[in-house]
């Protein structure tokens, strides 16, 4: 059963990414009007009022990319990615451009099971405080410190994709499974 409400189903929605323009004018009076709603004492409702805005919100992030080229999250955060290589990318701009809260997961599943070369800042962080040679080769790389990488940052590090990483998944989700049972 499909939960709605008066703008269409709340938890999963078809959502246009070819109108930018309509996504962002429709946001810009949603705000405008919005004034009324925040005078109102009930909180519920005011929450409540929101959620067109946060979906309208959504709708600007995933614009950027045609329908046609990147239909899914994990699609526009590896274009994204493909961009902008060997360049630190905040986890907020991950969550715009995916158009969803759990972009995180599509960022493990990119770097596991599709083989793409996704460090994030943290895993820099940590290699270099494991070894100066190394720090210094992340630096020269990327073109930044490792002390000035935040954790929350992410990083495509090699544009070609790993085409064995998903055989390797599958060995071990398999060798899992048997250890299990």
Request: glycine share 4%.
């Amino acid at each position: 059963m499909e939960v709605t409400d008066k703008q269409g189903p709340i938890l999963r929605r078809s959502r246009s990414n070819d109108q930018p323009e309509a996504n962002r004018r429709a946001l810009v009076e949603f705000l405008t009007n919005f004034a009324d709603e925040i005078q109102k004492p009930d909180l519920r409702a005011k929450v409540v009022a929101l959620v067109p805005a946060f979906r309208k919100i959504s709708d600007r992030g995933i614009s950027p990319f045609p329908k046609s080229d990147a239909p899914a999250a994990r699609d526009r955060i590896i274009a994204y990615f493909l961009r902008y290589p060997r360049t630190m990318i905040d986890a907020d701009e991950l969550m715009v451009v995916s158009g969803t809260t759990k972009w995180a997961r599509r960022v493990e599943d990119l770097r596991v099971k599709f083989g793409w070369a996704i460090l994030s800042g943290e895993t820099l962080v940590q290699m270099a405080d494991d070894d100066a040679l190394e720090s210094a080769g992340i630096e020269a790389a990327l073109g930044v410190h490792p002390s000035n990488i935040k954790t929350d940052q992410y990083v495509l590090t090699r544009t070609v994709q790993d085409r064995r990483a998903p055989c390797r998944w599958n060995s071990l989700i398999e060798s899992r499974r048997r250890d299990h049972h």
